[in-house]
């Protein structure tokens, strides 16, 4: 069975759960808290797994493989059931660009340790903190929906009538930008595709609310 180091609040975690599920697929779950004890993320055992010390961590029979992207096109390109990635070479680029804009340059100054970092060492206060973490979002939500709508048919999903990868970083990232009580007015096309894919087991059974390991 595959085995996914997670942790349950974990965006990019979340994104491969999401992923999991649309391919159908049976995984076990092994939580790693990032904040209990120091994060046990740090723990010489799990770095020895994965010597950055992030989730996710993808575990299929001994072959480790980390971040998310890897993680979720490997799952695609291995596995059967529905496709994650278009057929079409351009609507396929598309995608992948809707990805890496969200997990390249949205998710990464916004993730746990990046908020831990800019608290801690620098000293930063809460207010200016969350001012940081929105200022990211909008900058990079302003493009996706202005990317989304260009995107014609517009579909259900973010790029037709069958959920990909793009839905699942999407909504990933939705949730956390509700976190930290984003104001999403602007963005009623993300918002759209966020509502349209909670309709379906497999991204709901995927919200952190429904992890083992959530408290």
């Known amino acids: 069975m595959l085995k996914l180091y997670s942790y349950w609040r974990s965006t990019a975690a979340y994104r491969v759960r999401i992923a999991l599920n649309l391919k159908r697929l049976s995984y076990q779950t092994i939580p790693v808290h990032l904040v209990k004890d120091g994060g046990e993320q740090h723990k ?109 048919p517009a579909g259900s999903f973010a790029f037709g009538d069958e959920p990909t990868l793009a839905d699942a970083f999407i909504v990933a990232q939705m949730y956390n930008a509700r976190r930290f009580d984003v104001d999403l007015s602007a963005y009623p096309r993300l918002v759209a595709v966020e509502q349209h894919c909670l309709t379906l087991d497999a991204f709901k059974d995927a919200q952190p609310e429904s992890q083992p390991d959530a408290v």
């Open 44 to 152: 010489p055992e799990y770095r020895e797994k994965n010597p950055q010390g992030l989730v996710p961590l993808l575990d299929d029979n001994g072959k480790l493989l980390s971040q998310s992207m890897a993680i979720c096109e490997y799952l695609d390109e291995t596995h059967e059931g529905p496709k994650l990635l278009p057929s079409e070479p351009f609507l396929r680029a598309q995608v992948r660009s809707v990805c890496q804009a969200i997990a390249c340059d949205i998710h990464p100054v916004n993730n746990l340790r990046i908020l831990q970092y800019l608290k801690g060492e620098l000293s930063v206060s809460d207010d200016a903190k969350d001012q940081w973490y929105h200022h990211w979002i909008h900058e990079g939500f302003k493009a996706l929906e202005i990317q989304l709508e260009k995107h014609q």
